[in-house]
């Protein structure tokens, strides 16, 4: 992904958004604080993972343990692999991943809170239908960010992100994130891009730059020392 110059345009970007749409209720403290610093690297043991897929299922997602992913190169590979189907929206209602993202277990688990306390009850309140389906692509891919020769990991190496494409509603519309069609998806994507911001360190879609004119990708990759630096785009 590209970063250059974007040191003074994060807060912009996001402040932009923020002052064209209500920001949507903030994550719950005792889910960790918005401006949390970027998680430390989970535990490899398997004690640990199966402790995060339990919690996982517990909260009402659907995912199940997955076999070690390929890493031909040097950086990639997940340390508790999960193949995450579904989360559990509002009321208790199901919202398919037809992607089944191949994802880190403590990613798919803030994800899944993402989707269960944002995504689908704003998509149910803005838009008056209840969100069926996220499409989010593979999730882990050993590369490098963007693709680009030379470049840093990408978090898709660690199945640590996941590329936001679009949304499927119980009355089949389908908000897509390169263009929406009228005012009130328009309206949604933006509360949900901006809210992503709180609750991930990496936020990039359309307008960010030409690799995410067509989806929203997301992450928590650790961006500086503290932890605190956020890309929101």
């Known amino acids: 992904m590209a970063i250059v110059g974007l040191g003074l345009g994060v807060c912009a970007s ?5 002052d064209e ?3 949507p209720p903030p994550r719950p403290p005792e889910l ?3 401006a949390r610093p970027a998680p430390a690297p ?12 339990a919690k996982l299922v517990a909260a009402g997602a659907a995912a199940e343990a997955a076999p070690a992913p390929p890493a031909p190169v040097e950086g990639c590979g997940i340390d508790a692999p999960v193949r995450l189907s579904s989360v559990a ?3 208790g209602d199901v919202v398919s991943l037809p992607d089944r993202p191949l994802l880190d277990c403590q990613f798919a688990a803030v994800l899944a809170d993402y989707v269960r306390l944002l995504v689908a009850p704003l998509g149910e309140a803005m838009l008056r239908s209840r969100v069926a389906a996220i499409e989010t692509g593979p999730g882990y891919e050993c590369r490098t960010q963007d693709r680009i020769a030379g470049a840093k990991m990408s978090a898709h190496a660690h199945g ?3 590329d936001l494409v679009a949304i499927t509603f119980a009355d089949k519309r389908r908000v897509v994130v390169e263009r929406q069609t009228d005012a009130d998806e328009a309206s949604y994507f933006r509360a949900i891009r901006t809210a992503a911001c709180g609750w991930f360190t990496t936020v990039l879609g359309p ?3 030409a690799f995410h004119a067509n989806n929203m990708h997301i992450d928590d990759q650790r961006h500086d020392s503290s932890g605190k630096y956020r890309i929101c785009q």
Request: hydrophobic share 40%; aromatic share 0%; glycine share 12%.
């Open 14 to 18: 996001a402040q932009t958004m923020a």
């Open 21 to 23: 749409q209500p920001l």
């Open 160 to 162: 640590r992100a996941v």
């Open 32 to 34: 960790a604080p918005p």
């Open 89 to 91: 929206g509002p009321g």
């Open 42 to 53: 989970p535990q490899t043991t398997s004690e640990g993972a199966a402790a995060c897929l």
């Open 207 to 209: 307008g960010a730059d």
